[in-house]
């Protein structure tokens, strides 16, 4: 039997941030009909699912050429994690490699994914996530006001602090199901990193970074 790949969406309509934000249109489309789009442009990828309890969003899942999964309540509350999303998915479809898509990054395109999967394969990673690269940051904590990661009388020059920091932009991940049934994370084995522009890896949690989704969607459209 021919392994599949096969691309995982998981889009529930509630959310506290900001009410049914998966729907909400972002220029003529529902937010997560985007991850859609960008799986279905890659010929890697064959075949595209969402995961909702929703009727709404399966619908729409339908319309747009994905197929649905609907998700049992349980697992479509603040409580639930992605991994037990990811569990219920493999419990009902067949496949070996797992692309698992967040709906929240409307910047995401189908050349982010068809690379990941090309970095995935030829470099045999058992997983990889999507992140994007930054220096000289100048890390505190918030509650106890303190530096984690320098000492403010040795702050030094910016261009002798030139360690790379990779920042998981939740876009997607890909995984292989044989590690996932073992260590039921998305992360497992020897893991890699595909690289996304920064200005293409914003997430929507809320309002504000919806309205600046829209407007950068704009400006770049």
């Not at 797992?98 to 690379?115: G, H, Y």
């Not at 497992?188 to 595909?194: E, F, M, S, V, W």
Request: a positive charge.
């Amino acid at each position: 039997m021919r392994r599949k790949t096969i691309a995982l969406i998981p889009a529930r309509l509630g959310s506290k941030g900001l009410k049914q934000k998966n729907i909400l249109d972002i220029g003529t489309l529902p937010m997560f009909v985007y991850s859609i789009l960008a799986a279905r442009g890659v010929p890697e990828i064959d075949d595209v699912y969402v995961s909702s309890e929703a009727e709404t969003v399966l619908q729409l899942a339908i319309q747009y050429g994905a197929r649905p999964l609907r998700r049992p309540e349980e697992f479509a509350t603040d409580r639930a994690s992605t991994e037990q999303v990811v569990q219920h998915f493999l419990d009902e479809v067949s496949c070996s490699t797992v692309v698992l898509i967040q709906p929240t990054s409307p910047m995401l395109l189908p050349c982010d994914l068809k690379e990941g999967l090309e970095l995935y394969k030829t470099r045999t990673y058992q997983s990889i996530f999507s992140a994007y690269k930054t220096y000289d940051m100048l890390v505190w904590d918030e509650e106890g006001m303190y530096p984690l990661n320098y000492d403010p009388k040795l702050r030094g020059r910016r261009q002798d602090r030139r360690r790379g920091l990779l920042v998981e932009n939740g876009a997607f991940y890909i995984f292989s199901l044989s590690g996932f049934k073992k260590t039921r994370c998305r992360l497992h084995g020897r893991i890699g990193y595909y690289e996304m522009p920064f200005w293409r890896s914003f997430q929507v949690d809320d309002k504000i970074d919806m309205d600046n989704i829209r407007t950068l969607m704009t400006s770049v459209g």
